[in-house]
């Protein structure tokens, strides 16, 4: 699977913004897909995941009622819309797959033993 991030850009504090995911390969459906992110400096860190069936969704505490991922398997496509983004949201957004892992547990699954599929990172920077 192979997979693009797309959709970042320079927002103002309050704003909203929406990424997408794009996933080539056939098997693309059967994945649960996170968006991370990541600062200079800082580790990467879990935003949001979906399963691949699309009904089961999981957010980190610091996104949480900002954000809604979501899966549109037609088009291969999954989306992350942030609103009343804040400057410490500034950070490259990057989609990843993982194979079998409710999205509740993407998080301990990727400090343990990582993601199958990475995809290159969009860069988002809200502005204060």
């Known amino acids: 699977v192979q997979l693009q991030a797309s959709g970042g850009g320079l927002v103002q504090a309050g704003g909203s913004l929406r990424l997408s995911c794009t996933g080539h390969?056939?098997?693309?459906?059967?994945?649960?897909i996170a968006w991370f992110r990541q600062t200079p400096g800082k580790e990467r860190e879990f935003v949001a995941a979906?399963?691949?069936?699309?009904?089961?969704?999981y957010y980190s505490d610091s996104m949480e009622g900002r954000c809604t991922i979501s899966r549109d398997d037609a088009k291969g496509t999954v989306y992350l819309q942030m609103s009343a983004l804040k400057p410490e949201d500034t950070a490259v957004y990057s989609c990843?797959?993982?194979?079998?892992?409710?999205?509740?547990?993407?998080?301990?699954?990727?400090?343990?033993?990582?993601?199958?599929?990475w995809g290159k990172g969009t860069l988002v920077t809200v502005s204060s």
């Open positions: 390969g056939r098997t693309f459906n059967e994945y649960t």
């Open positions: 979906i399963n691949w069936g699309g009904e089961r969704t």
């Open positions: 990843a797959a993982k194979i079998g892992v409710a999205p509740g547990r993407v998080p301990m699954e990727n400090r343990l033993h990582g993601m199958d599929y």
